[in-house]
């Protein structure tokens, strides 16, 4: 089981960014927790938003108005929108995910990061 995650990069102080995290592998039966953490250099890793399979969603005060969170869940793919991203939101996305693996008579729970992704907002 992995996340895959995509579309991170460059961006100028004002534009935005669409990040992209699908998780793939044998035996997926349930996602329950999506969501995207960041660490930016000599800090810790923190939560910048999530969303169960319901639809609810968690933000952190920082990004509140200006980043949104989705997914899909036919594609077990989580999504976040960065819009008015500031300097101060450069950071390595990590994506993250609550996987339940369901094989012959067990279940198995999983809690699985992406690779992670330099993000760097210009000002």
């Known amino acids: 089981v992995q996340l895959v995650e995509s579309g991170g990069g460059l961006v100028q102080d004002g534009g935005s960014l669409r990040l992209s995290c699908a998780a793939s592998g044998r035996g997926i039966s349930s996602i329950t927790a999506m969501g995207w953490y960041r660490q930016a250099p000599g800090k810790l890793r923190e939560l910048v938003a999530s969303i169960t399979s319901d639809g609810t969603t968690n933000y952190a005060d920082a990004v509140k108005g200006r980043f949104t969170v989705s997914r899909d869940n036919a594609k077990n793919t989580v999504y976040l929108q960065m819009n008015a991203p500031k300097p101060e939101d450069t950071a390595v996305y990590y994506c993250?995910?609550?996987?339940?693996?369901?094989?012959?008579?067990?279940?198995?729970?999983?809690?699985?990061w992406g690779q992670g992704a330099l993000d760097t907002v210009s000002s």
């Open positions: 993250h995910a609550d996987i339940t693996i369901t094989t012959i008579g067990d279940n198995s729970y999983l809690e699985v």
